[in-house]
C-alpha cells in the first residue's frame, strides 16, 4: 500500500538504535513524572497533616462500596492487558516493522475505501517510525496503569473511556476494522478484532457502579455475547467459504492454511509443533473439525441468550457452559492463534483472552446478584429477637427523647441573638433580606465563587493533600499517557518524513 513502505528493513539497525534511546529518554521522563506528582502529594500532605482514618478525593474510607467482581475483574485483566500490549509495542522490530509487515497485509483484502482510511493512519508511522512506536508504547501502559489504580469513581471511569477510545483507534487504523469487511473472517482467526473487545471493556467500566450491582447488566453483557456466537456459528456454517473442507483445489483449506502459516513464525518448538498437528489434523478430517465449531459456538450462543431462565431453572448448566467455553477458548488460543504475539511483530495476545474476561464479567455480574441477596438476608434474621427486646427500651425511650428537645436551644444560639431582633424591631417586609444577606452569600455570587474557590491555592493543597494513593498513581499515568499523545499528535500534524528514515536509506550525509 502507497506510504505504509518506507524502503527500510524491519531490524534497521540506525532506527532500531534511535527507537532504543527514544524509550529510555522518555522512561526516565515517566519516572520523573510519578516522582514529580508523589512528591506534590507528599508535601500537600505534610503541610495540611489530615487526621488518621481521611480517604483521599476517590471518597472518604467506606463511602464506595466494594467494587463488583465482574467489574473488577474487567478493570484487572484489561489493565494488566494493555500493559503487556505496551511491552510487546518496544520490540526492536516495530517501529519499522509495523505499518508494512502487520497493518498493511490486514488491510490489502479489505475494500479500497478501508484501505485508504488504514494508509491514512500508516503513513505517518511509516514518516515517523521512532515517534509512533514510542509513543503507543506509553499510551497503552498509561492506560494499563491507570485502569489497574484506580478502582472506582470518576478516575476509574474516566479510565475506562480512555481505555475504550484508544481501542478505537487501534481497532480502525491497526486491524483494519477487525477485519470485519474482508472475505474468510472468522471466529477462530480472531474477528471481529481483538480490540472491539477492549473497547466494550472500557465501555462497561465507565458505567457508573449503580449498572454493576444489579443482575440486568449481566444479563444484558451475556445476551450480546449470545447473539455474537450465534451469529459466527452461521458465518462459520455458511457454505462456499471453504471451513468445510481440510484440502481445496489442491491445496489446505482457509484453516490449514491460516494455521501452517502460524507455524513458521519464530517461537518455541512445543507450540509451533502442537500448531503443525492442528493443521495435519484439519487437512485430514476437515469436516468434523468445521462441524465441532460450528455446534460448539451454537451451543454457546443459546446459553448465554438463555442465561437469564437457565440460571434461574438450572445454575449448573450455565457455570458448565462457561467452564467448557473457557477450555474452547483457550484450545483455540493456542492451536490455531497460536498465541498470537511471536514473531517479534506480535501487538497482542489475539481475541481469546480478552473474550473469556469478557463472559467470565458477565457470568459474575449475573450470578452474585441473585445468589448473593439470600445470604445478605439471612444476616439480619437474627437481630429480629433482639428487636423485640429492644422495644421495651424504646418505649422508656422516647420519655427520655423528650428532655434532650431543648438541646435544640444551643443550635439556636449559633443564630446571633442580636442580629434576630434586630431583624424583628425592624420593618417586617425588609428584615427578611437584610437576615439573608448577613448570614448567607447571595445565590448568583455563590456558585462563582464555589467555583473559584477551588481552584485558590489553600483549596488546592487541601484537595492534593486529602487525596488517596490511588488517585496519585492514576495522575501519573495520565502523564505518561500525555507523554505519547503528545509526540503522537505532533506526528500526525507534520507532513514531512523524519530525517530519520532517510538517513537510515542513504546514510549520514556528512562525516
Same mark, same amino acid.
Not at 500537600?44 to 471518597?59: D, F, K, N, Q, V
Given at each position: 500500500?502507497?506510504?505504509?513502505?518506507?524502503?527500510?528493513?524491519?531490524?534497521?539497525?540506525?532506527?532500531?538504535?534511535?527507537?532504543? *534511546? @527514544?524509550?529510555?529518554?522518555? /522512561?526516565?521522563?515517566?519516572?520523573?513524572?510519578?516522582?514529580?506528582?508523589?512528591?506534590?502529594?507528599?508535601?500537600?500532605?505534610?503541610?495540611?497533616?489530615?487526621?488518621?482514618?481521611?480517604?483521599?478525593?476517590?471518597? %472518604?474510607?467506606? @463511602?464506595?462500596?466494594?467494587?463488583?467482581?465482574?467489574?473488577?475483574?474487567?478493570?484487572?485483566?484489561?489493565?494488566?492487558?494493555?500493559?503487556?500490549?505496551? =511491552?510487546?509495542?518496544?520490540?526492536?522490530?516495530?517501529?519499522?516493522?509495523?505499518?508494512?509487515?502487520?497493518?498493511?497485509?490486514?488491510?490489502?483484502?479489505?475494500?479500497?475505501?478501508?484501505?485508504?482510511?488504514?494508509?491514512?493512519?500508516?503513513?505517518?508511522?511509516?514518516?515517523?517510525?521512532? +515517534?509512533?512506536?514510542?509513543?503507543?508504547?506509553?499510551?497503552?501502559?498509561?492506560?494499563?496503569?491507570?485502569?489497574?489504580?484506580?478502582?472506582?469513581?470518576?478516575?476509574?471511569?474516566? *479510565? &475506562?473511556?480512555?481505555?475504550?477510545?484508544?481501542?478505537?483507534?487501534?481497532?480502525?487504523?491497526?486491524?483494519?476494522?477487525?477485519?470485519?469487511?474482508?472475505?474468510?473472517?472468522?471466529?477462530?482467526?480472531?474477528?471481529? &478484532?481483538?480490540?472491539?473487545?477492549?473497547?466494550?471493556?472500557?465501555?462497561?467500566?465507565?458505567?457508573?457502579?449503580?449498572?454493576?450491582?444489579?443482575?440486568?447488566?449481566?444479563?444484558?453483557?451475556?445476551?450480546?455475547?449470545?447473539?455474537?456466537?450465534?451469529? =459466527?456459528?452461521?458465518?462459520?456454517?455458511?457454505?462456499?467459504?471453504?471451513?468445510?473442507?481440510?484440502?481445496?483445489?489442491?491445496?489446505?483449506?482457509?484453516? $490449514?492454511? =491460516?494455521?501452517?502459516?502460524?507455524? +513458521?513464525?519464530?517461537?518455541?518448538?512445543?507450540?509451533?509443533?502442537?500448531?503443525?498437528?492442528?493443521?495435519?489434523?484439519?487437512?485430514?478430517?476437515?469436516?468434523?473439525?468445521?462441524?465441532?465449531?460450528?455446534?460448539?459456538?451454537?451451543?454457546?450462543?443459546?446459553?448465554?441468550?438463555?442465561?437469564?431462565?437457565? +440460571?434461574?431453572?438450572?445454575?449448573?448448566?450455565?457455570?458448565?457452559?462457561?467452564?467448557?467455553?473457557?477450555?474452547?477458548?483457550?484450545?483455540?488460543?493456542?492451536?490455531?492463534?497460536?498465541?498470537?504475539?511471536?514473531?517479534?511483530?506480535?501487538?497482542?495476545?489475539?481475541?481469546?483472552?480478552?473474550?473469556?474476561?469478557?463472559?467470565? $464479567?458477565?457470568?459474575?455480574?449475573?450470578?452474585?446478584?441473585?445468589?448473593?441477596?439470600?445470604?445478605?438476608?439471612?444476616?439480619?434474621?437474627?437481630?429480629?429477637?433482639? *428487636?423485640?427486646? !429492644?422495644?421495651?427500651?424504646?418505649?422508656?425511650?422516647?420519655?427520655?427523647?423528650?428532655?434532650?428537645? %431543648?438541646?435544640?436551644?444551643? $443550635?439556636?444560639?449559633?443564630?446571633?441573638?442580636?442580629?434576630?431582633?434586630?431583624?424583628?424591631?425592624?420593618?417586617?417586609?425588609?428584615?427578611?433580606?437584610?437576615?439573608?444577606?448577613?448570614?448567607?452569600?447571595?445565590?448568583?455570587?455563590?456558585?462563582?465563587?464555589?467555583?473559584?474557590?477551588?481552584?485558590?491555592?489553600?483549596?488546592?493543597?487541601? @484537595?492534593?493533600?486529602?487525596?488517596?494513593?490511588?488517585? !496519585?498513581?492514576? *495522575? &501519573?499515568?495520565?502523564? !505518561?499517557?500525555?507523554?505519547?499523545?503528545?509526540? =503522537?499528535?505532533?506526528?500526525?500534524?507534520?507532513?514531512? $518524513?523524519?530525517?530519520?528514515?532517510?538517513?537510515?536509506?542513504? /546514510?549520514?550525509?556528512?562525516?
Amino acid at each position: 500500500m502507497p506510504g505504509m513502505n518506507s524502503g527500510l528493513e524491519a531490524n534497521d539497525p540506525v532506527v532500531v538504535a534511535a527507537f532504543r *534511546a @527514544a524509550l529510555i529518554h522518555q /522512561g526516565i521522563f515517566a519516572l520523573l513524572i510519578f516522582g514529580l506528582v508523589s512528591a506534590v502529594w507528599a508535601a500537600a500532605r505534610w503541610r495540611l497533616a489530615p487526621p488518621r482514618g481521611t480517604a483521599g478525593r476517590g471518597g %472518604p474510607a467506606g @463511602a464506595w462500596a466494594a467494587e463488583p467482581a465482574g467489574r473488577r475483574l474487567l478493570r484487572l485483566g484489561f489493565g494488566l492487558l494493555w500493559i503487556f500490549d505496551g =511491552m510487546l509495542q518496544a520490540q526492536p522490530a516495530m517501529a519499522v516493522g509495523l505499518p508494512s509487515q502487520v497493518i498493511a497485509p490486514e488491510a490489502a483484502s479489505s475494500p479500497l475505501w478501508v484501505q485508504h482510511v488504514v494508509n491514512w493512519g500508516g503513513t505517518t508511522w511509516s514518516y515517523h517510525p521512532v +515517534q509512533a512506536a514510542a509513543a503507543a508504547v506509553w499510551i497503552q501502559v498509561g492506560i494499563g496503569i491507570w485502569l489497574m489504580a484506580a478502582a472506582d469513581g470518576p478516575w476509574s471511569r474516566l *479510565a &475506562g473511556l480512555a481505555g475504550a477510545g484508544w481501542g478505537l483507534v487501534v481497532w480502525v487504523f491497526g486491524e483494519s476494522l477487525g477485519g470485519i469487511f474482508a472475505p474468510g473472517l472468522t471466529w477462530l482467526s480472531g474477528a471481529p &478484532g481483538a480490540v472491539a473487545f477492549y473497547c466494550a471493556a472500557g465501555v462497561l467500566i465507565a458505567l457508573p457502579g449503580r449498572y454493576w450491582r444489579t443482575p440486568g447488566l449481566g444479563r444484558a453483557v451475556l445476551a450480546v455475547l449470545g447473539a455474537f456466537f450465534a451469529g =459466527m456459528a452461521v458465518l462459520q456454517a455458511w457454505p462456499g467459504r471453504g471451513f468445510w473442507q481440510g484440502v481445496s483445489r489442491g491445496g489446505p483449506g482457509p484453516l $490449514a492454511e =491460516m494455521t501452517s502459516s502460524m507455524a +513458521q513464525t519464530p517461537q518455541p518448538g512445543f507450540l509451533a509443533a502442537s500448531v503443525r498437528a492442528f493443521t495435519s489434523f484439519d487437512e485430514a478430517h476437515g469436516f468434523a473439525v468445521n462441524l465441532f465449531v460450528v455446534a460448539a459456538l451454537a451451543a454457546f450462543g443459546v446459553a448465554l441468550l438463555a442465561a437469564r431462565w437457565v +440460571q434461574t431453572a438450572r445454575p449448573g448448566v450455565l457455570r458448565n457452559a462457561i467452564v467448557f467455553l473457557t477450555v474452547f477458548c483457550l484450545a483455540d488460543w493456542v492451536l490455531v492463534q497460536d498465541i498470537g504475539f511471536f514473531g517479534g511483530l506480535g501487538t497482542d495476545p489475539n481475541s481469546m483472552i480478552p473474550l473469556l474476561l469478557l463472559v467470565i $464479567a458477565g457470568y459474575l455480574a449475573l450470578v452474585p446478584a441473585r445468589a448473593g441477596q439470600p445470604a445478605k438476608t439471612l444476616a439480619p434474621a437474627p437481630t429480629v429477637v433482639p *428487636a423485640q427486646t !429492644v422495644a421495651p427500651a424504646q418505649t422508656v425511650a422516647p420519655a427520655q427523647t423528650v428532655v434532650p428537645v %431543648p438541646t435544640v436551644v444551643p $443550635a439556636q444560639t449559633v443564630v446571633p441573638a442580636q442580629i434576630v431582633a434586630a431583624a424583628q424591631t425592624t420593618l417586617p417586609g425588609q428584615a427578611v433580606a437584610p437576615a439573608q444577606t448577613a448570614g448567607a452569600v447571595p445565590a448568583g455570587t455563590a456558585a462563582g465563587e464555589g467555583w473559584r474557590n477551588r481552584f485558590r491555592p489553600a483549596a488546592l493543597r487541601r @484537595a492534593i493533600g486529602a487525596a488517596s494513593g490511588r488517585s !496519585v498513581v492514576s *495522575a &501519573g499515568a495520565v502523564g !505518561v499517557i500525555l507523554l505519547g499523545a503528545v509526540p =503522537m499528535a505532533a506526528a500526525q500534524a507534520s507532513r514531512t $518524513a523524519d530525517p530519520i528514515v532517510a538517513e537510515s536509506i542513504a /546514510g549520514p550525509s556528512g562525516p
